[in-house]
C-alpha cells in the first residue's frame, strides 16, 4: 500500500504537474504567473470541499436509517453516538452495497477519486502516444508509457483492494475505465495526426489544464488520504514503519525515474 501512496505521489508531483508547467508555459507565453499551481491548489481544495460533503451525506443517511428502525428514546442515544463518531472517526461516507461498512466506503470514493484524477492523465499520454510518428523516440515513450501504466493500475488496484469492493460490477467497470483510457486517447491522436498540434495554444491550454487538475487531485489523495492514514496509525511497529518508509521511497523513485523518458 505505501509502495502504491509513492507511485501516486510521484505521479502527481513529477509527472503531471510538471507537464502542467510547461504546457501552460506555451499556451501563456506573456505572462509568469505561475497557473499550474493555482489550477492544482483548487483541484485540491474542490477535493476537500467534496470529501467533506460526502461525509456528511453519509451522516445524515445513517441518521435517517437509524431513526426508521429505533423509537425515540434509542434514537437520542444513537444521535449521541454518531456525532461522536462524526467528529473523530473518518473512516467511512457513505453505505452502498457494494462494500461494506467499516471504514471501506471513504477507501471506494478515494479509489474513485484516483481514477478519475488518473484517467485525466491517461487520455493526454495516449493522445500524445497517437500523434507521434514512429521511430525511435515512438518506440522509447511507448516503453516508458508502458512501465508509467503499469505502476498506475499496481497503485489503483492496491486502492481498490483496500476498499474491500465485494460488488464485481463495481471492479470490473473501473478496471475497463483504467484499461480504456490510454487506448483512446492513442485513437483520438490517430485520427487528429494530421490537424494536432501539441504545441498549440488550445492544445497546450487544454493540456495544462487537465494535467494541473489531475496532479491536485493525486497529491491530495496520497497524502492526505492515503499516507496520513498508513503513518498515523497508533498500531504499527517500529519496525514495519520503517520499511513503510523504504517501501513509499521506492514506489516514488521508481516512479519518478520513468519521467526520464516519457
Given at each position: 500500500?505505501?509502495?502504491?501512496?509513492?507511485?501516486?505521489?510521484?505521479?502527481?508531483?513529477?509527472?503531471?504537474?510538471?507537464?502542467?508547467?510547461?504546457?501552460?508555459?506555451?499556451?501563456?507565453?506573456?505572462?509568469?504567473?505561475?497557473?499550474?499551481?493555482?489550477?492544482?491548489?483548487?483541484?485540491?481544495?474542490?477535493?476537500?470541499?467534496?470529501?467533506?460533503?460526502?461525509?456528511?451525506?453519509?451522516?445524515?443517511?445513517t441518521?435517517?436509517?437509524?431513526?426508521?428502525?429505533?423509537?425515540?428514546?434509542?434514537?437520542?442515544?444513537?444521535?449521541?453516538?454518531?456525532?461522536?463518531?462524526?467528529c473523530h472517526d473518518m473512516g467511512s461516507l457513505y453505505t452502498s452495497p457494494g462494500f461494506d461498512t467499516s471504514?471501506?466506503?471513504r477507501k471506494y470514493v478515494i479509489a474513485i477519486i484516483l481514477e478519475f484524477g488518473i484517467a485525466l492523465h491517461s487520455v493526454i499520454i495516449g493522445l500524445a502516444l497517437g500523434v507521434m510518428p514512429y521511430g525511435s523516440e515512438f518506440v522509447a515513450f511507448l516503453i516508458a508509457i508502458t512501465i508509467h501504466q503499469m505502476f498506475e493500475g499496481f497503485a489503483l488496484g492496491a486502492t481498490l483492494v483496500e476498499a474491500n469492493i465485494k460488488?464485481?460490477?463495481?471492479?470490473i467497470m473501473m478496471m475497463v475505465i483504467f484499461c480504456a483510457t490510454t487506448p483512446i486517447g492513442i485513437f483520438i491522436g490517430i485520427l487528429v495526426a494530421s490537424s494536432y498540434h501539441p504545441e498549440s495554444y488550445t492544445a497546450s491550454l487544454t493540456q495544462g489544464i487537465l494535467d494541473a487538475v489531475s496532479a491536485g487531485i493525486l497529491i491530495y489523495m496520497a497524502l492526505v488520504n492515503l499516507m496520513s492514514e498508513y503513518f498515523n496509525n497508533c498500531d504499527v511497529s517500529k519496525t514495519t514503519k520503517f520499511f513503510m518508509y523504504v517501501t513509499i521511497l521506492i514506489g516514488f523513485g521508481m516512479m519518478s525515474a520513468i519521467a526520464i523518458w516519457s
Open positions: 500500500k505505501t509502495f502504491a501512496t509513492g507511485v501516486i505521489l510521484s505521479t502527481g508531483i513529477v509527472h503531471m504537474f510538471p507537464d502542467a508547467t510547461h504546457a501552460l508555459a506555451i499556451a501563456l507565453p506573456n505572462t509568469t504567473y505561475p497557473f499550474a499551481g493555482l489550477i492544482a491548489g483548487i483541484s485540491c481544495i474542490l477535493i476537500l470541499m467534496l470529501d467533506q460533503l460526502l461525509e456528511q451525506l453519509k451522516a445524515k443517511y441518521s435517517h436509517v437509524k431513526i426508521s428502525h429505533n423509537d425515540s428514546s434509542s434514537d437520542i442515544e444513537i444521535s449521541n453516538q454518531h456525532h461522536h463518531h462524526h471504514g471501506s466506503s460488488n464485481l460490477t463495481h471492479i
